[in-house]
């Protein structure tokens, strides 16, 4: 099979390889379109990575049809059009034995500790495997894994028709939480980003206000939106230890904060405020148990993928594709890769 193998930074090559085998309890699925995501673009500019090295075959945001099963589907049969998800857990661990496998100890991911879905096929469990109707676009069926992201931040804050949400980061994780949240749950929202691009994507999707956080006063924004007292939740969707230290002035007493951004820096909370507002501070990693609600409000159109999707490629093009993503921040929302099917 063909498979867009990264093997340097900003170096990718198709190459030829053996098309891997399913072991038991998993499927072989034939990929027909995956998206590109902030963490696979970090890998192609360079940047270390304690889950993967070069050479390596990225690629997690995956849906194709399933051409092999090794032992029970549970429901799936051999030409189902799925989504992947792409998380393998040990399903042994306090996480797992919970519940919460997407905090796995022993987590992987495919597309970061096995290879992933810019390949013409992946392996995948056969319970990770979420069949989507013949209506839905393969585009929209990779892009349902960022919006199960979105979904778990929304269900990690507990948001309800009854919140006001800030969210810091206008990315397709900042506008999958926003997507869920103002068009799903009914909370209003406020969200802010850097790039005005962004925040045009946001205001289309339905954001009660937008904040250009590099001309404007934020909090000022924030406490103008909520009449003083803060938000009941505050998400981070950026990374940035400055602004994820900056949720205590942004929450209300008893609120939540919601930590999505990844980062490895020592993040700041003034001890008082943990205590006087009774603060509760959250992580949400990956998703748990939220494909099939996604794929189902895709579907009827509650959820808004198509606006996600601002780019698509075909597999050729894939070093376009990563260079567009990498170079144009301001203009590339989610990028796909397409196969020829």
Not at 28 to 56: N, Q
Not at 141 to 166: C, H, K, L, M, S
Not at 300 to 314: A, I, P, S
Request: hydrophobic letters at 45%.
């Amino acid at each position: 099979m063909r498979a867009a193998m990264i093997v340097g930074p900003r170096q990718i090559v198709i190459e030829e390889v053996a098309i891997p085998q399913p072991a038991p309890g998993e499927a072989l699925v034939r990929v027909a379109a995956c998206g590109i995501c902030g963490s696979d673009v970090s890998f192609y500019k360079g940047a270390p990575d304690y889950s993967i090295s070069y050479p390596a075959i990225a690629g997690h945001e995956m849906a194709g049809i399933v051409e092999e099963i090794n032992g029970a589907g549970d429901r799936l049969v051999v030409g189902d059009r799925v989504a992947v998800e792409p998380l393998i857990a040990c399903g042994e661990c306090y996480a797992c034995r919970v519940g919460e496998y997407n905090c796995c100890a022993d987590l992987k991911v495919i597309g970061a500790h096995v290879p992933g879905g810019f390949a013409e096929y992946v392996v995948a469990p056969l319970n990770r495997c979420h069949a989507i109707p013949a209506s839905m676009a393969w585009h929209i069926g990779a892009a349902v894994e960022p919006y199960t992201i979105g979904a778990n931040v929304v269900r990690r804050g507990q948001v309800t028709d009854r919140d006001t949400v800030i969210i810091n980061g206008a990315g397709t994780i900042g506008l999958t939480v926003l997507d869920t949240a103002r068009n799903v749950i009914g909370a209003r929202v406020l969200i802010t980003d850097l790039l005005d691009e962004r925040l045009d994507r946001a205001a289309a999707l339905g954001a009660d206000r937008v904040v250009n956080a590099r001309r404007e006063d934020v909090n000022h924004h924030v406490m103008a939106f909520t009449g003083g007292e803060g938000a009941s939740v505050v998400v981070d969707a950026t990374g940035n230890p400055d602004v994820i230290g900056n949720l205590e002035n942004q929450v209300a007493p008893a609120g939540r904060c919601v930590i999505v951004g990844y980062s490895d820096s020592a993040v700041c909370f003034s001890g008082i405020n943990i205590i006087k507002k009774e603060m509760t501070v959250l992580g949400s990693r990956n998703s748990c148990n939220a494909y099939p609600g996604v794929i189902d409000m895709a579907s009827n159109g509650t959820l808004h993928l198509d606006q996600l999707v601002t780019q698509r490629y075909e597999f050729d093009q894939i070093g376009e594709a990563f260079q567009f993503a990498a170079d144009c921040p301001e203009l590339a929302g989610k990028v796909v890769v397409e196969f020829s099917l």
